[in-house]
């Protein structure tokens, strides 16, 4: 089955601001679940490639790659900007990242330590903060604070799944 490019995907930001305890759950299960995915696969099959496209490790380094960008749209939104700052489309950060030369196990504990950093900071915020607004720039649709953790959440889902999808095609 074919599945949806990133970024051909559209997203309704509907659902109330009041979800935003659950969307941190979400958001703070990512790495542990990669972990789950993960484990005890060797080392020849997490940096296996299908083609050009990333590797099971790749993709999860991906992931790490993209906390510094969540983390400045945080500083974006606490700024009042009108516009979210843009991700590199090109993804320039993973390909020069080198996933595959270093350990899962390594990108696995710096994932979780930079996702905990951002659930830190989201802890501590009121919870009208959660309704701030912004523009994504790709998306050219207004962003909550909320809507953007969905969002990212999503994004992990979306390379998860990926990983998953190599994790059968591997075996």
Do not use: C
């Given at each position: 089955?074919?599945?949806?490019?990133?970024?051909?995907?559209?997203?309704?930001?509907?659902?109330?601001?009041e979800?935003?305890?659950?969307?941190?759950?979400r958001f703070r299960g990512t790495p542990a679940r990669a972990e789950y995915l993960?484990?005890?696969l060797p080392a020849a099959t997490l940096t296996r490639r299908?083609?050009?496209?990333?590797?099971?490790?790749?993709?999860?380094?991906?992931?790490?790659?993209?906390?510094?960008?969540?983390?400045?749209?945080?500083?974006?939104?606490?700024?009042?900007?009108?516009a979210l700052r843009a991700a590199d489309m090109t993804n320039q950060k993973t390909h020069g990242a080198q996933h595959n030369q270093s350990s899962m196990e390594k990108i696995l504990r710096a994932f979780r330590q930079e996702r905990g950093k951002a659930i830190e900071r989201l802890e501590k915020v009121e919870p009208?903060?959660?309704?701030?607004?912004?523009?994504?720039?790709r998306l050219k649709k207004?962003?909550?604070?909320?809507?953007?953790?969905?969002f990212q959440s999503e994004h992990d889902d979306y390379h998860l799944a990926r990983v998953s999808e190599l994790i059968h095609l591997f075996r």
């Open positions: 089955m074919s599945r949806i490019k990133w970024t051909d995907r559209t997203f309704d930001f509907s659902f109330p601001v979800l935003h305890p659950e969307m941190l759950e993960v484990r005890d299908e083609g050009q496209q990333w590797s099971i490790q790749e993709n999860i380094g991906h992931l790490l790659d993209l906390e510094e960008l969540f983390r400045a749209r945080l500083d974006d939104y606490d700024r009042g900007l009108d009208w903060y959660f309704a701030r607004t912004a523009l994504h720039p207004p962003m909550r604070v909320v809507d953007m953790i969905y």
